[in-house]
C-alpha cells in the first residue's frame, strides 16, 4: 500500500532562518506531488505540484521554492523566513482522481 | 476558473441529528468532486469522490454525498451526526486530474 511521510511535524524557526521540510512516497512510481499551505487552520492554498523529477509548477508566487529530486522526495524550501511563512504544510501524493495526504508540518516563524 | 465554495464557516448539530454541510462547484466540463476531513493538526482525510454514474455518493465513517448538476452542488450528509464527527471538513474540485482546488472548509461541531 502506498504511504507518505511528512517531517518534522512541528518546527519553529526565526525570522530570516532557511527551511527545509521533506515528503516521501512510498509504494508507487512517478506520483504527482504537491505542497499545500493551511493558514489560520482554514483554507487550503495549492503552493506547488510536480508530475516528474525536475518538473515543478508553482501556483503562487511567495518566498518559497520545491524541488523533486528523485521520484518520490518533494523538498519544500525557503532561503530566508519570513513571519507571513508561518502556518501548516501538507504534502499530497495523488493519481488522477484523488489526493492522499501526508500529517503535516506546523511552522511557526518567530 | 474551477472552483468549489462552501458557504458555511460553521455547522452546529446535535448528536443524533442529521448533518448537512453545503458545498457549490464551478467548473467547466464534467467535474471530479471531493470530501475531505481534517482533524485538529493532522492531515487531511479521504471521505468521498463523485466522478461519474449514480449521483449519490456514499464514504468513509456514514457520510454520503449527493451530486446536483442542476444546482452545482455536492452536499455532504450523514443521518446521524456523532461528537466524533466534529472537525473540519473540505470540499474540493479537480478539474484537470492534476491538482485539488478546496473550498475553505466547514467546521462541523456536534454537541452531545
Known amino acids: 500500500s502506498q504511504t507518505i511521510h511528512q517531517w518534522p511535524a512541528t518546527l519553529v524557526q526565526p525570522v530570516g532562518s532557511p527551511l527545509s521540510l521533506e515528503c516521501t512516497v512510498e509504494?508507487?512510481?512517478?506520483?504527482?506531488l504537491y505542497w499545500y499551505r493551511q493558514a489560520a487552520g482554514r483554507g487550503l492554498q495549492l503552493l506547488f505540484y510536480?508530475?516528474?523529477?525536475?518538473?515543478i509548477s508553482s501556483e503562487v508566487p511567495q518566498n518559497l521554492s520545491a524541488s523533486r529530486p528523485q521520484d518520490r522526495q518533494f523538498i519544500l524550501s525557503s532561503k530566508k523566513l519570513l513571519l507571513s511563512d508561518s502556518g501548516f504544510y501538507l504534502c499530497?501524493?495523488?493519481?488522477?482522481?484523488?489526493?492522499?495526504f501526508g500529517q503535516g508540518t506546523r511552522l511557526t516563524v518567530v | 476558473a474551477q472552483s468549489v465554495a462552501q458557504p458555511e464557516d460553521q455547522v452546529n448539530v446535535a448528536e443524533g441529528n442529521p448533518l448537512t454541510v453545503k458545498c457549490t462547484y464551478s467548473?467547466?466540463?464534467?467535474?471530479?468532486l471531493f470530501w475531505y476531513v481534517q482533524y485538529p493538526n493532522r492531515g487531511l482525510q479521504f471521505l468521498l469522490k463523485?466522478?461519474?454514474?449514480?449521483?449519490l455518493v456514499k464514504g468513509s465513517y456514514g457520510f454520503e454525498a449527493e451530486f446536483n448538476k442542476s444546482q452545482t452542488s455536492f452536499h455532504l450528509k450523514k443521518p446521524s451526526a456523532l461528537v466524533s464527527d466534529s472537525a473540519l471538513y473540505f470540499c474540493?474540485?479537480?478539474?484537470?486530474?492534476?491538482?485539488?482546488?478546496f473550498g475553505k472548509g466547514t467546521s462541523l461541531l456536534v454537541t452531545p
Open positions: 510536480s508530475v516528474g523529477i525536475g518538473q
Open positions: 509504494g508507487t512510481s512517478n506520483p504527482n
Open positions: 474540493a474540485v479537480s478539474p484537470t486530474g492534476y491538482a485539488l482546488n
Open positions: 463523485y466522478i461519474t454514474g449514480d449521483n
Open positions: 467548473v467547466s466540463g464534467n467535474p471530479y
Open positions: 499530497a501524493w495523488g493519481g488522477d482522481t484523488e489526493a492522499f
